[in-house]
């Protein structure tokens, strides 16, 4: 099969496999209300079982001169978005989605058919269709940077939610740099000289603007912060760590980190009084009652621009696409929890 330069499949080519005219295949892709009598349902069922096949779409701007923009936008999720576990990420973000769609009066599909890998899905695997859509939102706390090149290089719509470093990749994230620097002023203002950063090792982007924000705040004040990969380590394992580094704050990656830290410390080292941080969102997160310090995200917010700037790229012309700001970082607060005590020196 033959594709233009763009990597899409032509009308034409659509028009062979269904054994049709290409008059034909556009008499069907404008007939998107189904009035056109002298389209039979069969040629009709066969046009749309070779674009679907094909996953055809055709080029954003042409499809809005020819009125064929269906104002439906896709999601993507990397990983399950819908379990019990993932539902602390995904769910503020999800929730923004759907109230931006409402807003925008456009429908929200969810594509779900590429099957998991290792935790994983794939967006070019052949199962998903998100070529459907007029474009679509890619939500995951691991992207393949190899998928989001293909995207740009292929000229579709799309927007990632979260900071990434590819070039020309259109998203909207969280100024994780400037809220974890927050975070370490606040813990040495309340004397915490110090402290151990538990964290999971990945590299993703929040995850490495953590630690550029632990670093580069750290060697202007007189706190230090060592930093522990916990990937693979037991509890009983990170609580000796921690036992051993001789700190008086813990700053974990995640809410989730955090509680397990302090159960497994609660446990090694009962006497043991240690403050404790998440560098994440902690509405809902406590130890021992204490509500747990660390940000607020604001992750709806975060989830509304990013639909917000897909539709803005779906519709621009391309001479307007230049103007549009597709690299954003939207500002989360601190948030000042029981968990976060003061140290005299």
Known sequence: MTTNKNGRVTQREIAKIAGVSQATVSMVLND??????????????????????????????????????????????????????????????????????????????????????????????????????????????????????????????????????????????????SLTGGIIRRLDERGHERAVYLHRGTIAPAAVDRRSGIAQAASGLRIAVTSVDVSGLDRQTIARRVIEADVTAVIAEDAFLAEAAADALREAAPDAAHSYVALADVAGHSIDGAALSGFDLRREAVASRALSLLQDIVLAEPDEQADLQKQVLLAGELVDGATLREVRR
């Open 32 to 177: 998107k209300d189904y009035s056109n009598v002298r389209i039979p349902a069969a040629t009709r069922e066969r046009v749309m079982r070779a674009i679907e096949q094909t996953t055809y779409v055709a080029d954003p701007a042409a499809r809005r001169l020819a009125g064929l923009d269906n104002k439906i936008l896709g999601i993507f999720t990397y990983e399950p978005a819908l379990s019990a576990e993932s539902m602390d990420f995904y769910g503020p973000l999800l929730n923004g989605i759907e109230r931006a769609a409402e807003r925008l009066s456009c429908d929200l599909l969810f594509f779900t058919a590429s099957p998991l890998v290792d935790g994983s899905r794939s967006l070019f695997h052949k199962n998903t269709r998100f070529r459907l859509a007029d474009g679509c939102l890619l939500l995951g706390q691991q992207m393949n940077s190899a998928e989001l090149a293909r995207l740009v290089a292929e000229d579709f719509p799309f927007v990632a939610i979260g900071r990434r470093d590819e070039p020309d990749v259109p998203y909207v994230g969280i100024d994780y740099l």
